[in-house]
């Protein structure tokens, strides 16, 4: 499932996101040049969360 990050622009906002995701049990695949993150749908709800408190706003 395609999760949008419009607000992630560089390399540290992915890092910062997948590093988050990673460290609650998601498995991300992130295209930063699209603004995407790339997660299992039934992680979906959890990695919405995670990018959240990371401070991000993430759009499905």
């Not at 622009?9 to 049990?25: D, S």
């Not at 603004?35 to 992680?43: E, P, S, Y």
């Amino acid at each position: 499932m395609e999760i949008k990050v419009n607000d992630m622009h560089c390399k540290n906002c992915a890092a910062k996101v997948e590093k988050a995701l990673l460290m609650n049990g998601v498995r991300p695949k992130i295209d930063l040049d699209n603004h995407i993150v790339v997660v299992k749908d039934n992680d979906v709800t959890k990695a919405l969360e995670v990018i959240k408190q990371t401070g991000y706003t993430p759009t499905v």
